[in-house]
């Protein structure tokens, strides 16, 4: 079975511009969440979908927005892009909305440069 | 707010050498709690889970027990191997995401 797949893999963008990443879950998964990981520290929780409903958002500016697709797939785009926003961004998918007890399975994740 | 405070590292060790890494939390409710591994270039992979207190999780050789009363989830193994070589996250559950601490790099030397 395949796992959580995000693309691209790296993505090279300009100060300002906006970039749109992409994330399909794990089959029969219908909750995807975004991460961003800078270098050298833990994962932050950016937004949770399920069922095609935002379900939690973390503290993010409205520069980043979601949306999930009725195949369950996930787009995380950033607008105005700035040099802070460079980060691996991770994909997580689970079989339900609620975060206890469930494992999350998390992609390769796309690491994003802002030049 | 809910939080995970992890041992800084990074932590070198020689293969077989005994490993802990320390992990405390800040909850509301009763959290899940996970540790996760990170491999050079790879996203995260799940390690080992606890769902409630004095729970062990365990995989792999590594293992991690749920203390309410210390508020702790450390991570330990008996003998690590060059191939134990990633950054180690230890992780809760709020109610729709997990939060994560900073990590801990831990390199095993031959």
């Known amino acids: 079975d395949a796992g959580v797949t995000q693309s691209p893999t790296h993505l090279i963008k300009t100060r300002g511009q906006q970039v749109t990443l992409r994330c399909s879950p794990i089959?029969?998964?219908?909750?995807v969440s975004w991460y961003q990981q800078v270098l050298g520290q833990g994962p932050q929780f950016i937004f949770q979908?399920?069922?095609?409903?935002?379900?939690g958002r973390g503290n993010f500016p409205d520069r980043f927005s979601a949306r999930q697709f009725p195949n369950y797939s996930s787009e995380l785009n950033v607008n105005a892009l700035l040099l802070g926003d460079s980060a691996l961004y991770l994909c997580?998918?689970?079989?339900?909305?609620?975060?206890?007890?469930?494992?999350?399975?998390f992609g390769q994740g796309t690491r994003l440069t802002v030049v | 707010g809910d939080s995970v405070t992890q041992m800084e590292g990074p932590v070198t060790l020689s293969e077989e050498a005994f490993l802990t890494i320390n992990c405390t939390y800040t909850?509301?409710?009763?959290?899940?709690l996970f540790w996760y591994v990170q491999y050079p270039g790879e996203g995260l992979q799940l390690l080992l889970k606890a769902t409630k207190a004095d729970d062990k999780g365990s995989n792999k050789g590594f293992e991690a027990t749920y203390r309410k009363e210390t508020t702790s989830f450390h991570l330990e193994k008996g003998s690590v191997q060059v191939s134990d070589s990633a950054v180690y996250f230890c992780?809760?559950?709020?109610?729709?995401?997990?939060?994560f601490g900073t990590g801990t790099r831990l390199t095993v030397i031959p």
């Open positions: 089959s029969g998964h219908k909750s």
């Open positions: 992780a809760l559950t709020g109610a729709n995401n997990l939060f």
């Open positions: 979908y399920y069922e095609k409903e935002e379900r």
């Open positions: 909850a509301t409710g009763y959290p899940s």
């Open positions: 997580a998918s689970s079989p339900t909305g609620t975060a206890k007890n469930t494992e999350a399975f």
